[in-house]
């Protein structure tokens, strides 16, 4: 996966959560698409076609409160070599 520490894509994924809900102020929630758990490390991922600027900002707002990394995937064929990588 594209921007991703060679250590991260050279261990099997454990499992992975779907649709990962975050809170944010004034009561909206951010669902992040994937959260894939390896060995030692935890990937926050979001797959985006075309990425909204409110998509964006909530995004932010997960990364700064959380502080967490969110892997943005924008297309099918990082997705293919994220799973090539891991597979």
Known sequence: ITGMP????????????????????????????????LHEHVIFLEAKGKDLPMGILKRKQVSEIYNIEIVVIKNAIEIYEGVQING
């Open 6 to 37: 060679p250590v991260l894509t050279q261990q099997k994924i454990l499992f992975f959560l779907r649709q990962v809900p975050f809170d944010l102020p004034g009561k909206v929630r951010h669902h992040l698409d994937y959260c894939i758990f």
